[in-house]
């Protein structure tokens, strides 16, 4: 079966698209209804090791921002979620769980105070702006709700910093991590915030503006040729190495935040109203039945896991592993995966169930890997 995707208008392209396609992308991945590139020419492992030593640029206009503007802004995002938003202060990043009624989750986004009752969401891959505005009509709130044109383009890797306060500034060092400043650009002012879908140091720049995408991607690759600087995507060794999780890989509507370990950001004592309190207040009474680990397993280099693989335990289904791949750091395969309460300590051993019945050995560790 080919991975190739059949273009057409129903896939969004970037403002950054062309230059993404003039500097080798060999294949595309869809979030949100936009693209997103997923590889370049060099191997996932060169990427891993450059990532973590150089700076790399990359298109992630797939994070859409739902704006929420009103007088009931904050009303509005506190039915959405469990995690106490009134200290939220202006200029601040807060990575907030969406939950549903049953306390299931539809969104793991960012959560961006622009100001008095004014937000934005950057969010992972669910259409989390039909379900605030629904709830935004259904309530009659005072707020409005929509997609702004705003296309996050990532800078990330240990020499980010020194290539953005060359291009824009010393007070980008200021930026504190999840806070976010201001920038000038073509005679506009642009969001920066110290965040990244990446386990390394790391800048995303809000920018408001289809029109100046291939403008500010020049500006920055041309600057950035003294850096090292190259164009990449998130990548899946850092990001199972660093524990962090993907919306429709390794979470979904069926888990709830205290399972994947979220609870330190959900309000369980009434202090606050959200949909599915009730639901999350019974889970953790209940106490948690399975959570979010990591597992390191042996063997040859374990294939792409396009679907979960079980986990056994003397032959009995204790888990599943949802995200997986080599580690050359590590020497090993390492995975996210799922665990029931009974097996999920550190140290554990297992099985990973591999396609056509493959076995290989390994234990449960915590995340993130060390």
Known sequence: MSDALNMSRRIRRTPYTSRIEKNGVSEFTVVNHMLLPKSFQTTIEDDFWHLRSNVQIWDVSCQRQVE??????????????????????????????????????????ILLKLGVNHFWLSIADSDLLLFAKGISIGMSLDVKVHEPDVSPLAIQGPKSEALLAELFGEDIRDIGYFKFGWIEFEGTRQLISRTGYSTQVGFEIFLNGFELGEKLWDLIWEAGKKFNLLPGCPNLIDRIEGGLLSYGNDITRANNPLEIGLGKYCKLDGSIDYFGMENLQKIANDGVKRSIRGVLFNGDRCPTCVVPWPVLVDDRKVGQVTSAIWSPRLEANVGISMIDRDFWDHGQKIIVQMPEKKNSTGEVLDLPFE
């Open 68 to 109: 929420i503007f009103g007088a009931d802004a904050e009303k509005l995002l506190q039915c959405m979620t469990p995690r106490d938003i009134s200290i939220c202060q202006i200029g601040q990043c807060m990575y907030i769980p969406i939950i549903d009624n049953h306390g299931g989750l539809i969104n793991d986004p």
